[in-house]
């Protein structure tokens, strides 16, 4: 390999390096966290009335036990997703 060739994989490793590294060094936005409410209210009042959640008031453990249900069901909600629900129904709903 000559030397420009070098040079020429050097710079775009080291730009693959910082794209990886640094998500904002090209003006992308970071991932943020999804919101827990509108997650529910988008998610699981989809199919359940709220009252059902009052009734089946759990521990967290219990929530991802259920969400984990739904989840091989229908529900369209990745694993994210389901940590992020099972917090907020833990918070709200929790026993």
Same mark, same amino acid.
């Given at each position: 390999?000559?030397?420009?060739?070098?040079?020429? @994989? !050097? @710079? =775009?490793?080291?730009?693959?390096?910082?794209?990886?590294?640094?998500?904002?060094?090209?003006?992308?936005?970071?991932?943020?966290?999804?919101?827990?409410?509108?997650? !529910?209210?988008?998610?699981?009042?989809?199919?359940?009335?709220?009252?059902?959640?009052?009734?089946?008031?759990?521990?967290?453990?219990?929530? @991802?036990? %259920? =969400?984990?249900?739904?989840?091989?069901? %229908?529900?369209?909600?990745?694993?994210?997703?389901?940590? @992020?629900?099972?917090?907020?129904?833990?918070?709200?709903?929790?026993?």
């Amino acid at each position: 390999m000559n030397k420009y060739m070098r040079n020429t @994989v !050097f @710079v =775009l490793l080291c730009f693959a390096a910082a794209a990886v590294m640094l998500p904002n060094a090209f003006g992308e936005e970071p991932a943020k966290k999804p919101d827990g409410k509108a997650l !529910f209210e988008q998610k699981c009042l989809k199919c359940h009335k709220n009252t059902k959640f009052k009734d089946l008031a759990s521990d967290r453990q219990g929530w @991802v036990l %259920t =969400l984990n249900r739904m989840q091989r069901g %229908t529900c369209p909600i990745n694993d994210a997703e389901l940590e @992020v629900l099972a917090d907020y129904l833990t918070k709200v709903y929790g026993e």
